[in-house]
């Protein structure tokens, strides 16, 4: 069962404008929540974290929010620019349980429009 | 560092046949995971290694699937027999400590359509 979900397969956004990645999860477990950024052939990579202990995490142009009562992140792309167009992963862990494992979503293509 | 180094790049092959897929971490790394990725799943984990050693392969789907790391600068993850449900992207990756999620470096990543 999936237990880290994005529900938008696809995102268009104008090149200036804001990028909004949702993803939800089901294990009120999960204390550690990650973002990844994938291009074509190539590996993801590690873009932005967040702790449960935290609700805003921000780093440059890109911004995770947490809503632990929703168990719900977001990941927030301002202003949107053609290089951020990749494949965006979030995942998540039970980081205190001292467990290893990732938990990924199925990712959402962001596609930013010159 | 060439980073993670995976190959093949590409995988066609029958039903049936065995696969070996072949992977070297970062010089130094002493984590060592497998992951496969498929549209409906999204990525898994499916194996991962501590100095060579394999601490959880919970994820691997079954029997046919295994994973061994003779040494700290080779893995290889073996199908036999393949089936077509194998079709995926898997991916290695290789950390220094494995707390730190975000210091999983991924390779490239092998891509496998089983006929």
């Known amino acids: 069962d999936q237990q880290v979900k994005q529900n938008s397969p696809s995102l268009s956004v104008q090149e200036g404008r804001i990028s909004i990645l949702n993803c939800d999860y089901t294990?009120?477990?999960?204390?550690?929540f990650l973002w990844y950024k994938k291009y074509p052939a190539e590996g993801p990579t590690f873009l932005i974290s967040?702790?449960?202990?935290?609700d805003k995490n921000e780093d440059g142009r890109f911004t995770v929010f947490l809503n632990k009562s929703a168990k719900h992140l977001s990941l927030h792309i301002v202003p949107s620019q053609p290089g951020d167009s990749a494949v965006y992963f979030c995942?998540?862990?039970?980081?205190?349980?001292?467990?290893?494992?990732?938990?990924f979503g199925t990712g959402t293509r962001l596609t930013v429009i010159p | 560092d060439a980073g993670v180094i995976q190959s093949p790049r590409h995988e066609v092959t029958e039903m049936g046949q065995e696969v070996t897929l072949r992977c070297k971490p970062i010089?130094?790394?002493?984590?060592l995971f497998w992951y496969r990725q498929t549209m409906m799943r999204g990525l898994e984990l499916l194996i991962y290694?501590?100095?060579?050693?394999?601490?959880?392969d919970s994820g691997m789907p079954e029997d046919r699937f295994s994973a061994k790391m003779p040494n700290a600068s080779f893995s290889t993850l073996k199908i036999q027999p393949s089936e077509p449900r194998d079709s995926a992207v898997y991916f290695c990756?290789?950390?220094?400590?494995?707390?730190?999620?975000?210091?999983?470096?991924f390779g490239p990543g092998t891509r496998l359509l089983v006929l």
């Open positions: 294990n009120s477990m999960f204390d550690y």
């Open positions: 967040i702790s449960s202990i935290k």
């Open positions: 990756a290789s950390s220094l400590v494995s707390y730190q999620m975000e210091t999983q470096y």
């Open positions: 010089s130094g790394h002493d984590y």
């Open positions: 995942a998540a862990s039970a980081y205190q349980t001292g467990a290893n494992n990732l938990f």
């Open positions: 290694f501590n100095n060579n050693v394999p601490i959880d």
